[in-house]
């Protein structure tokens, strides 16, 4: 079965790239030079060109959304009586654009091995659809603005500009953080004058965000590549491979959020911080204050919370019977939306199994500290923390390997080659020590 082929030639502009240097640099150069008005336009059509230059076709993709959702928006604010319906539409255009591009593939695939085992095989199930970067930070962010016009937290915008801009920004377009209306719309519709001082803590920002993606990620990440391509590296080796990998890919997500952020705050406009040293939670549910904020603030206001969040079933009131038994429901509900918001948070991440049982684990992890707080071992914070540490960097494994006979071959099997994992651990130790003394300093 064939779709929408990639483009020959070119490959994506990347933050770390020439290509994304010259764009900053011819951008910040004029940009300082006009109104508010004009500015804007220049920031709509250099995010334009960023994106445009991969595949032309990824641009009207994004005005599809742009137009889709400032659509919507503006109806919802014309038409309280059938705003529902609207923001339906929005929605369901929303989800199904991404799902045709980003998860057709795994579920036909995963429907022809069904058809296979109960042998009805008889079609090809091969897709060729571009993923389109960044399709999953624009669809949310863009869901999340219509969302907050229906629910009355901002206001439909009536320029079509200031809104195409919210939604493509090329500093946050492809890698986030993903905003909201009522924080980044203002920024671009008011007048921005030129300071030296955040201009030189942008640029201070942009160049940290690059030293942790091309020293400290892409160091580790060679290491994390020899360790998974080795066949049968053992349980000592591979547990290097699996925290080594949460170095690294903390550094390349924070990495690329700085990046974004210091880009923008170049340009007089301010992102929000996406990652607070997680390594430092002290509970899983601390690591998600402090891991992808934007992202797991938007799937509980957007997801968690409209499920019901921790609401008994019925509302606030009691439910009647003794004290255990009026709990049950309750806790209940709030396990299946518990772990239906981090199954999404998974398959957000990407469109494979090992993201379902990612973020299934973590609902577990959720779920387990809630009941062990009765414990009280929340008041043994570095125990806490060293345990926090310990479980969030076994679920790596599970993000990093899609082959889970390999993981569990290997994460609990035999040791060898000892020598030779503690020498690559150290060496991606060292390579995190920046880290380490950016979070210490950092502390309030």
């Known amino acids: 079965m064939a779709a929408l082929k990639p483009w020959p030639g070119r490959k994506p502009v990347t933050f770390q790239s020439f290509e994304y240097a010259v764009l900053l640099v011819l951008v910040f150069g004029a940009y300082w030079f006009l109104p508010r008005r004009p500015q804007n336009v220049l920031l709509l059509i250099a995010s334009y060109v960023f994106y445009a230059y991969v595949d032309p076709r990824l641009a009207l993709l994004l005005a599809g959304y742009t137009v889709v959702n400032y659509t919507a928006a503006r ?66 962010q863009s869901l999340g603005y219509v969302i907050d016009v229906y629910m009355e937290r901002t206001h439909a915008r009536r320029d079509f500009i200031d809104t195409a801009l919210f939604i493509g920004f090329f500093p946050q377009l492809v ?17 921005r004058k030129f300071r030296p001082g955040q201009a030189a803590s942008g640029l201070s920002l942009l160049a940290w965000g690059l030293f942790k993606k091309l020293v400290i990620a892409d160091n580790i990440g060679m290491i994390v590549d020899d360790i998974f391509s080795t066949t049968g590296p053992g349980a000592a080796m591979l547990w290097v491979g699996v925290f080594a990998f949460g170095i690294q890919i903390l550094a390349d ?64 009131r009691p439910l009647g019977g003794n004290k255990l038994e009026s ?39 959720i779920l387990i500290w809630r009941g062990a707080s009765l414990l009280n071992m929340r008041s043994i914070k570095p125990v806490s923390i060293a345990l926090t540490f310990l479980l969030i960097g076994t679920g790596w494994a599970l993000f990093r390997e899609g082959d889970l006979a390999f993981i569990g071959e290997n994460l609990f099997g035999q040791s060898r080659d000892v020598q030779l994992a503690a020498a690559l651990g150290a060496t991606a130790l060292l390579y995190s020590i920046p880290l380490w003394l950016h979070a210490i300093v950092d502390q309030p």
Do not use: M
């Open 327 to 365: 709990r049950r429901p309750a806790n209940l509900r709030t396990a299946i939306n518990i772990v239906i918001t981090f199954v999404l948070g998974g398959l957000w991440h990407g469109a494979a199994w090992n993201f379902v049982i990612w973020g299934l684990f973590h609902a577990g992890l």
């Open 75 to 140: 109806a919802i604010a014309g038409d309280r009586e059938n705003g529902r319906r609207y923001l339906v539409l929005a929605v369901v255009a929303s989800l199904g654009a991404l799902g045709f591009f980003k998860y057709a593939g795994f579920f036909v695939d995963n429907f022809a091995s069904v058809l296979d085992t109960v042998g009805l095989a008889g079609f090809d199930s091969t897709l060729r659809i571009i993923l389109p970067v960044g399709i999953s930070f624009y669809t949310f």
């Open 175 to 191: 890698a986030g953080p993903i905003e909201r209306a009522a924080k980044l719309l203002p920024q671009f519709e008011r007048t």
């Open 253 to 316: 997500f924070s990495g690329y959020t700085d990046i974004a952020r210091g880009s923008a705050r170049l340009l007089g406009i301010e992102l929000s911080p996406n990652f607070r040293h997680p390594w430092l939670a002290s509970s899983p549910a601390d690591f998600w204050r402090r891991w992808h904020i934007t992202l797991s603030t938007w799937l509980r206001d957007y997801v968690y919370i409209p499920l019901g969040g921790s609401r008994p079933l019925g509302g606030n």
